[in-house]
Structure formats: structure tokens, C-alpha cells
């Protein structure tokens, strides 16, 4: 479960045993405090987007089979904005990136840790902390 941090842009990763989950562990994984409202759980994927050290990039991790969460590597020198998760089916993830001025889409292997350039420069609309795309399968 994803619970709010010490500042309310931060959230830490708990795990508990349903239905009491009076016991909770905290940071389970290591990952430590994440963005707010970023934990995403999609079949055997989940989901957390970070900020470096100065808050100049976030990036995304991932974890595959609930094993260990681990950094996503898109091929690309720009710099990361946000992500947008498009469809988990068949074995693979399929992610919008926002990368400031463009964004482009990006599919992965079966862990969803490495991703390779799909759509380059796809048509999006800026909002508010956020991008939208028109995305149909």
C-alpha cells in the first residue's frame, strides 16, 4: 500500500498480510519515499515514479512478480518528466514519457525494466503537473 510521507508530495511503500493488516512493514523494499499518488499495481507489475536528488528528473521503478523494485531504462539522453502507463497485456509494458518539449512512447522486455522507442514525438497536451494522449489499442 502506498502511505503519505512526512511532506504530502512524499509516500512510502507498506506491505501487510489482508484482511487485519494491523502489522505493517515499512519500506519493505528499500525504495523509499516516492511521489505521492504514483503507486501503480498492473498484474504482475508495480509501479513507483521518483525525483533525483535536486528534483530535476523523476524516473520510474519498477517491480516484476513483487520481486525487488528496480530503475526503468528508456534509450534516450532526455530528460524524464512523467510517465503515463498505456497497457500491461502480453507480456510487456507499453508507457508514455514525457520528456518536457516531447513525448514519445516506449515498449518493454517482460520485466518492464528495459524499454525500447516505439512512437517518437507523439501528439499531447500539457496540463497541470500531468500530460494527456490520445491512446487507443
Not at 525504495?31 to 520510474?60: A, C, R
Not at 510517465?83 to 514519457?97: H, S, T
Request: glycine share 6%; with cysteine; hydrophobic share 35%.
Amino acid at each position: 500500500m502506498e502511505e503519505l510521507g512526512s511532506t504530502p508530495s512524499q509516500a512510502i511503500y507498506k506491505s501487510c498480510i489482508a484482511p487485519k493488516c494491523t502489522r505493517t512493514q515499512e519500506d519493505v523494499q528499500g525504495v523509499g519515499p516516492f511521489l505521492s499518488g504514483t503507486l501503480q499495481v498492473h498484474k504482475e507489475y508495480m509501479f513507483i515514479q521518483k525525483s533525483n536528488f535536486m528534483e530535476s528528473e523523476d524516473y520510474l521503478l519498477v517491480s516484476y512478480k513483487r520481486g525487488p523494485f528496480k530503475r526503468a531504462y528508456f534509450p534516450s539522453d532526455l530528460k524524464t518528466d512523467d510517465f503515463m502507463l498505456l497497457d500491461v497485456d502480453d507480456g510487456q509494458v507499453f508507457v508514455a514519457v514525457n520528456h518536457g518539449n516531447q513525448v514519445n512512447l516506449y515498449l518493454s522486455e517482460a520485466t518492464g525494466q528495459f524499454y525500447v522507442l516505439s512512437l517518437e514525438n507523439v501528439y499531447h497536451t500539457l496540463l497541470p503537473n500531468d500530460f494527456d494522449i490520445d491512446f487507443h489499442e
